[in-house]
């Protein structure tokens, strides 16, 4: 019980509310204090107002030459207060007791306050009054404070015990706070753990309620997604270069022991020493690839991004492989463009490169009489960039497999290629902030690229 008060305690959630907790209590003290001020100072002039007023009403009973109407009037009053809460007081100029339940002495004339000793009446209360002069007469009129300070202790009470409970409510609505933030950080930091010790594929539960909580795990989760695709992406590529490096590697072996067996009986090697330089252009081209993709996933190109236009990028691409697919036996068709413009931001290199890569696996992989097209369209605020063919395509469950690092079609490995084109495709692709999808054209392969349109 200790440990989860001290926890509480250190939560952040819980001092907040605390805090806010503390300055709402602080608030409504002050609003309190300035209530009771208001209340009291209201009560004081009602107060005034009453024995004013009874003042009134007894000396219009006094006429000239007429002491007696008044002295009654004031011993009806008198009896009328036994508990001593109102008093009335007529002397004469000596100061002598003419009429009421106490004798007024020493006080001066117009508002004042004094504390009475009187029989029946509690030690040291205090009384309002008010004198004035009738006639000849003295004339008192006092009312005791003990309902007005009564009202005053009540309302303190009050706000006493208001305070009391807004306290109590804001520590235990902080703790039921604190405690259920507590819980999904707990969660958040219960995942990270996971993730430290490897589990890639642990993820922060989600309440659903759309707070700034569920948003920041919503990001996280996506970091992780991200992480664990990039983890899984090198395992991949760690196996696919130990199964499809090993090959070009065991066969330069082979070469160069052939080589050196030659050598040893004078028999010329020029032959295989050609041969292991192509194997070794290919092996070097595969690393190539492989650090390209790295660096553009690092983002380091994005500086060099500018406006520049899709349509003259196919357009350019049309023209350097048109003659390369007719000495092939296939078709490429001139770009299909909508008229508009066609701009992104983005790396025109890389760019070219893309659409390289894509025209060059429909050249590679399909058979003669195929017909390539490239195409830009419009749709909303992005571009649409595709390659289409209508060769054999890809099988459904193989299109994502593709963009894997050095993966391979079965019967694709047969063909040149190291398997890093549609890696370095993708690469270039996230880059650019687009999205690649792969569609079945019935017969053949489309290849769409999803660009963001360049801001005006």
Request: glycine share 8%; aromatic share 6%; net charge negative.
């Amino acid at each position: 019980m200790t440990g989860t008060w001290s926890r509480l305690l250190r939560s952040t959630p819980f001092r907040l509310a605390l805090t806010f907790g503390f300055l709402f209590m602080l608030a409504f003290v002050l609003s309190g204090a300035i209530v009771y001020e208001m209340m009291s100072a209201d009560l004081a002039e009602r107060l005034d107002e009453t024995i004013k007023e009874t003042y009134s009403v007894v000396a219009a009973t006094y006429t000239e030459n007429d002491l007696e109407d008044l002295v009654t009037t004031i011993e009806s009053h008198a009896k009328l207060s036994p508990k001593k809460e109102q008093l009335f007081s007529l002397t004469d100029p000596a100061g002598n007791h003419l009429a009421g339940n106490f004798t007024a002495a020493g006080l001066p004339e117009g508002f004042s306050a004094f504390d009475a000793v009187l029989p029946g009446v509690p030690p040291d209360t205090e009384y309002r009054a008010f004198s004035g002069s009738i006639g000849h007469y003295s004339l008192t009129v006092a009312f005791s404070l003990s309902d007005t300070e009564e009202l005053e202790t009540v309302a303190m009470m009050s706000f006493g015990w208001a305070t009391l409970i807004i306290t109590g409510l804001a520590v235990a609505g902080g703790a039921l706070l604190a405690s259920r933030v507590q819980r999904r950080l707990d969660g958040i930091a219960a995942t990270m753990v996971d993730v430290s010790h490897g589990r890639l594929d642990t993820r922060i539960p989600l309440t659903g309620t759309g707070d700034d909580i569920d948003i920041v795990s919503s990001q996280v989760n996506a970091a992780l997604d991200r992480l664990s695709g990039l983890v899984e992406g090198m395992k991949q590529v760690s196996t696919n270069i130990a199964h499809d490096l090993k090959t070009p590697l065991n066969r330069l072996q082979m070469i160069l022991e052939g080589a050196a067996d030659k050598s040893t009986r004078n028999e010329d090697v020029s032959d295989d020493l050609a041969d292991a330089r192509v194997e070794g252009y290919q092996i070097n081209e595969t690393f190539d690839a492989l650090l390209r993709i790295a660096q553009i996933e690092a983002g380091a190109r994005k500086a060099r991004f500018t406006d520049v236009d899709l349509g003259e990028i196919l357009q350019t691409i049309a023209d350097i492989y048109s003659d390369v697919a007719e000495d092939d036996g296939k078709l490429l068709s001139p770009p299909l463009l909508d008229g508009t413009a066609d701009r992104i931001h983005g790396d025109r290199e890389l760019l070219t490169q893309m659409f390289a890569n894509l025209v060059e696996n429909a050249l590679r992989h399909c058979p003669p009489g195929t017909t390539i097209t490239l195409s830009v369209t419009h749709q909303g605020a992005r571009i649409l960039a595709g390659v289409a063919d209508n060769g054999p395509g890809i099988p459904a469950d193989e299109r994502e497999k593709v963009f894997q690092r050095l993966y391979r079609l079965d019967h694709s490995r047969s063909t040149p290629g190291s398997g890093l084109g549609l890696s370095l495709v993708r690469a270039i692709a996230d880059l650019h902030g687009a999205s690649i999808t792969l569609e079945d054209c019935r017969p053949g392969l489309a290849v769409e690229v999803s660009f963001p349109m360049a801001a005006d």
